[in-house]
């Protein structure tokens, strides 16, 4: 059986390579392997997203939900050096190459960790994600469900999904099931969403 990104300890040899991304429009070289989400690049999707990183804030402990090799993690902790970046993934494999890679590119300020082993008290004031869309239904909304109502008053999350792959019954879902939740819709580019969810 092929390993998946969203496993939480993928199967086979950890093989890493080196790319060149631009994040926050710095080009960095870093390390990614197989069995993670977008090895090869930064992909569409996260880019999207990216574009409005001028919306992150720029202090308190900010949220990337299935941080994959780092890419939001990374670009949001370089933004905001006076936050903490949380980069949350169940993929063993993808938490240690964010860890790599913060710290190959000096950043001190991203804390890397399994999802259950985010201290319950911390409320954020950014939640920055390309969910996982591919666990199915049921996970993504449970992922919602578990830390949408984590926001602080007044806080947002930015969301990117593809428009065939459910953005706007995802958007429709959480408007009507995470009491206390706002959303819109603030951009679409190139078949992906980009959704802002904030707490009322």
Request: charged share 25%; with cysteine.
């Amino acid at each position: 059986m092929p390993s998946h990104y969203f496993d939480e300890a993928p199967s086979g040899e950890m093989k890493t390579k080196d790319i060149k991304v631009s994040l926050y429009g710095r080009e960095v070289i870093v390390t990614t392997s197989g069995a993670i989400f977008s090895p090869d690049h930064v992909d569409t999707g996260t880019k999207i997203l990216l574009e409005h990183i001028d919306q992150a804030p720029a202090g308190g402990d900010i949220l990337d939900i299935g941080c994959g090799w780092g890419p939001i993690a990374l670009a949001l902790a370089m933004h905001s050096p006076k936050a903490t970046v949380w980069a949350i993934d169940v993929n063993a494999r993808a938490r240690e190459l964010t860890e790599l890679n913060a710290k190959k590119l000096g950043i001190t300020n991203v804390k890397v960790c399994h999802p259950d082993d985010v201290p319950s008290n911390i409320e954020f004031t950014g939640i920055w994600s390309n969910p996982p869309i591919r666990v199915g239904k049921e996970v993504l909304h449970e992922i919602m469900t578990t830390w949408l109502p984590r926001l602080e008053s007044g806080a947002d999350a930015y969301l990117v999904v593809q428009k065939n792959l459910g953005a706007d019954s995802l958007q429709r879902w959480i408007a009507a099931t995470i009491d206390g939740i706002e959303i819109e819709r603030v951009d679409t580019a190139k078949a992906f969403r980009v959704l802002r969810a904030t707490k009322a």
